[in-house]
């Protein structure tokens, strides 16, 4: 085996080999800022490849060609950020349905709407798990350095093609244009799981619902006997009737159990930096929780048990790991940029004996750790 190389290379660049090396090599894409530099390499490599980039008129459109290009056998990616993210719903929700493995890449910038183009954020936390309709079970991975964006971006890939449906990789501005060392691992390093392709073309059915198990996807135009609609469906791919309440329920137990019934041995990850001890637990992602690691090392140099748990796999969140850390503080902090989002999911976590204390940042200036310093502090005040 040979062994890699030691890189600078920025986020946004570390996302676009990561996903070549994990076999990607259908690209469609419209420039958006702070996303544009992954399309903007793709269109350089996938050609050496290869592979197909594409330049698409809009969002819509951009979902709409990864969908067909995963459909007919191609690892596929899309990148945006949050206004784009927000066209590509639709589209996202009938790639759920029909269980079509594919990576977006939603780099946040200041929102709502058009937002600030050029200013960081963590405000598409929600977005990523609920701006679809309907029920499904999110798989969002976010990475806090450089290197993690590479590793998550194959991860991304591997968790796309076993479980057959969208994930969704999640960082920031900061992140996507900042300069960091990275180890790129040679080819033969990388762990790379290709989709599974179903043992015969005769009496093919493109979806099982038996068990949490994933049928395999037969590629079109292959001569497969593939049926697939935006309509709840059976095992063949054709609507359920209404009247078919047992059908329906079918459908989503799968979308949800092929999920959980693997989550805590393939699809969990998260960080636990100091937490068996600690009296107070910051919780933060991405860019946010290495200024909150700082500030924990801080806390701790002041006498105050401090530790940070990091989700990496935020959707589905690691609830019960949070709850084994976190059982014995006196007081959480959750440190984001944003008004709130990370803080309500963690208030599923705590009870009515500790204290929530929130450090938030919406005006696209990333959190110091010295604001994260001062809230540990003032958590650590509380008297359980």
């Not at 469609?28 to 530099?37: M, N």
């Not at 977005?127 to 969002?140: C, E, M, N, S, Y």
């Amino acid at each position: 085996m040979t062994m890699g190389s030691y890189r600078i290379m920025t986020g946004n660049e570390a996302c676009a080999r990561a996903a070549i090396a994990s076999g990607m090599r259908f690209f469609a894409g419209y420039p958006i800022t702070p996303a544009t530099e992954i399309a903007e390499l793709c269109s350089e490599l996938l050609p050496k490849e290869d592979g197909v980039y594409m330049q698409m008129e809009d969002e819509l459109a951009s979902i709409g060609a990864i969908i067909g290009a995963s459909a007919t056998g191609k690892k596929a990616m899309t990148a945006t950020s949050g206004p784009g993210f927000s066209l590509m719903q639709e589209n996202l929700g009938w790639a759920y349905i029909n269980e079509i493995p594919l990576v977006i890449v939603d780099v946040m910038r200041k929102g709502p709407s058009g937002g600030s183009a050029t200013l960081p954020a963590q405000a598409d936390i929600m977005q990523t798990k609920w701006g679809t309709h309907g029920d499904f079970r999110a798989l969002v991975l976010t990475p806090n350095s450089v290197e993690e964006i590479y590793t998550e971006t194959v991860r991304a890939f591997n968790l796309a093609e076993k479980f057959r449906q969208p994930v969704i990789l999640l960082y920031d501005a900061v992140l996507a244009h900042m300069s960091e060392k990275i180890y790129v691992p040679d080819k033969d390093e990388i762990e790379v799981i290709d989709r599974a392709k179903p043992a015969s073309k005769e009496g093919y059915n493109p979806f099982r619902y038996s068990d949490s198990s994933v049928q395999p996807l037969g590629h079109f135009g292959e001569g497969y006997n593939i049926h697939m609609s935006g309509l709840t469906h059976d095992e063949t791919g054709f609507p359920v009737s209404n009247q078919d309440t047992t059908g329906l329920e079918i459908l989503i137990h799968h979308l949800f159990d092929k999920i959980d019934d693997h989550y805590d041995d393939e699809i969990k990850k998260y960080e636990a930096y100091l937490c068996d001890d600690a009296d107070v637990l910051v919780v933060s992602i991405g860019i946010t929780s290495r200024s909150a690691k700082s500030a924990v090392k801080k806390a701790r140099a002041m006498g105050i048990k401090a530790g940070l748990f990091r989700p990496i796999t935020m959707w589905p969140f690691p609830h019960k790991d949070l709850s084994r850390y976190d059982i014995h503080t006196k007081a959480i902090v959750t440190a984001e940029m944003n008004n709130g989002q990370l803080n309500q999911v963690v208030i599923e976590d705590i009870d009515r004996n500790q204290k929530l204390v929130m450090k938030n940042l919406y005006d696209g200036n990333q959190i110091r750790d010295i604001d994260i310093l001062n809230s540990i502090i003032e958590a650590n005040k509380y008297e359980k």
